[in-house]
């Protein structure tokens, strides 16, 4: 079940999963934001819609909670004709013992054109991938990517800024714990964006320095000239330890309010992936601020960079004809 095997597509992606940003050209980035583009037109029309998916089952496979990213992908397919069935871990069989490789055949063997898996182990959706006919959505694979993610911020910057290119843009926060950060560092730097990461010291890791970005542990220094201020949330629920003295002490220091983002460029413009955490990494009246925000947009984004990647992989996934046949490939 190599990929080169499935290729059949005539898009300028040829691929059948889309596992991360890492090793993607900024050809095949610019196509799936120009097919995005074409999908926000089309969910704001009332009348349009398309059938790229119609009679192909996606599945939406959640081992970690999430509301906003399944319920875009869950819209996204729909929107395209699709069957969904969400399942999560809570309900499934995977809570009774059975491996993320049991799992795979048993879905296998249901013939979905297509998987949305997020896992809280970083490789686990590769993994599957490699084990299942369908094309693979990677939504999060623990601290490791979230291509989606960073392809809906930047179809939100592309949209309002005309370009990527040349763009500061500032991640701000925990960026340890964050498959957003890596996601969008990969992205920005191959559309020839420049990349800072800010956020204290025990909140960078050491990888950050080969990713290519600048590291700033002072708030209003970093933000100096940047175009773009991205800030991330305080994960948690990956920390084992305390990693900051109080979430006050947090906010005082590299919450976003107003006079931190003065020090950014005269109309520097705010992102967030959510779920928030008003008055811990952002304030609340800067988060809902309609003309500096962009918050909002990124959800809205966020379904057509969706339909975009799935009416792109579904072009290159290539069912097998029997369920004897499938089992070959084990
Ligand atoms: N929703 C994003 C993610 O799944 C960011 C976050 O959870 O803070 O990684």
Redesign the pocket.
Known sequence: MTESKTHKGSSLYQRRHLLGIEGLTAQEIGYLLDQADKFVTLNRSAKETSDSLKGRTVINLFFEN?T??RTSFEIAAKRMGADVVNMSVATSSVKKGETLLDTAYTLNAMHPSLIVVRHNESGAVSLLSQKVDAGVLNA?DGRHE?PT?ALLDALTIRRRLGTLSGLTVALCGDITH???ARSNILLLNTMGARVRVIAPPTLVSSDMERMGVEIHTDMRQGLKGCDIVMM??L?MERMQGSFVPSTREYYRFFGLDAEKLSCAKPNALIMH???MNRGVEIDSELADDEDRSLIRTQVEMGVAVRMACMEALIENVVLPESGEERFKHG
Do not use: A, E, I, K
């Open positions: 999430s906003r990213t999060g979230h993610q964050s498959r957003v991330l949330r994960q992936p959510g779920p």
